[in-house]
């Protein structure tokens, strides 16, 4: 009877930990709803949707990222310099100074030069730590440097603010990504965050590249031994986090209508505190892009009521690092818990 009463309450246990990121965001909108005057207002409802978008493109890269094992710090700083290349070609085009010819390109191909730009600083990350045996860590801590050195050369560490374009250049159009969609409420970057989250997830859980990238996380040299191509996927995830993170520039550099090189700071441990939050674990081979989603709107919402709460920026640093702390024990916990569950559950069998 105790071993019953014992099993009952383990799944019951793990049944909250399962759904603790929902439970979380629940608690904390009915929390800052109370103390923030206007939380659930329109108006600031929305302004935590456009933020939530950023840090959700973002998570959905880490997700892929972290499932294999692996780390991505320098995502902010990529979304930084993409939105300085953006930014520029807009204002400034692209000069060839050997012909003394500027070009100017229109707002499509701006974003596509700018995510492919973005893909290729994430597969150079993916190449690093593959071929040339490198700690994930250490690789996109370096590079997190560089690309963030590079986005301030771009301008001498000035801002691009004449981003309206012009009609004679035909570039004109670039603040659609950070406004709402035509005759509704829904900012763009939620549209944006839907479709690749869709697209993430079911690559994730219904394609062999997926099963790939959970394998590896899973056991790196078993997925090796049943013929994964580990280093391939491993630099298709990584440049698929260098793509996230560009298509996050551009949206932030258009909803502030101008491109500075600050943009997208510390924006990487909001990624992986949202990943993490949302059941990644940061041990490999678990996670998913709907929990990521909760994560980043629970991080999106801390972050907005503390703001709106009149918190300091001090007080938020430590309150999201406490955050990434907790979410890593609460990780190890259910871990555990799933293993003493499968203990029991063999013994039973026996």
């Not at 979380?24 to 709803?33: A, D, E, K, N, Y």
């Not at 996109?140 to 691009?160: D, E, K, P, V």
């Amino acid at each position: 009877m105790a071993a019953k009463n014992t099993s009952q309450n383990n799944k019951m246990m793990m049944t909250l930990l399962k759904g603790r990121t929902f439970i979380v965001l629940i608690i904390l909108m009915i929390f800052f709803g109370i103390t923030a005057d206007n939380f659930l207002s329109a108006g600031a409802l929305l302004t935590v949707a456009k933020h939530v978008a950023l840090y959700g493109i973002l998570a959905i890269g880490m997700t892929y990222v972290i499932i294999t094992g692996g780390i991505d710090l320098s995502v902010g700083s990529i979304a930084g310099f993409a939105g300085m290349i953006a930014g520029g070609l807009i204002q400034e085009g692209l000069t060839l100074k050997p012909f003394g010819v500027t070009l100017y390109f229109s707002v499509p191909v701006i974003v596509i030069i700018t995510a492919i730009l973005g893909a290729l600083m994430g597969t150079l990350n993916g190449v690093i730590i593959t071929k040339f045996k490198v700690a994930p860590f250490i690789t996109t801590l370096g590079t997190m440097y560089i690309w963030r050195g590079f986005a301030n050369i771009r301008s001498n560490g000035a801002t691009f603010s004449n981003l309206a374009g012009s009609e004679g250049l035909g570039n004109t159009g670039f603040e659609v990504f950070g406004r709402n969609l035509g005759g509704t409420a829904i900012p763009c970057g939620v549209l944006i965050l839907v479709i690749i989250a869709v697209i993430a997830g079911v690559i994730l859980k219904k394609t062999p590249f997926g099963w790939h990238v959970l394998s590896i996380g899973g056991n790196e040299k078993a997925a090796k031994l049943s013929g994964v191509k580990v280093d391939k996927v491993k630099i298709w995830v990584y440049a698929f986090s260098g793509f996230c993170s560009a298509i996050v520039g551009i949206i932030a550099t258009s909803q502030l209508v101008s491109a500075t090189p600050k943009t997208g700071e510390s924006w990487e441990m909001n990624a992986i505190a949202a990943s993490v939050l949302g059941g990644t674990s940061m041990a490999g081979g678990v996670g998913s892009i709907g929990g990521t989603i909760i994560g980043a709107f629970v991080i999106g919402v801390i972050n907005d009521g503390m703001t709106m709460c009149g918190v300091t920026e001090f007080w938020q640093k430590v309150i999201r690092g406490l955050v990434i702390i907790i979410a890593v024990i609460i990780d190890q916990v259910q871990r555990n818990l799933q293993a003493k569950m499968a203990l029991q559950a063999r013994n039973e069998n026996k």
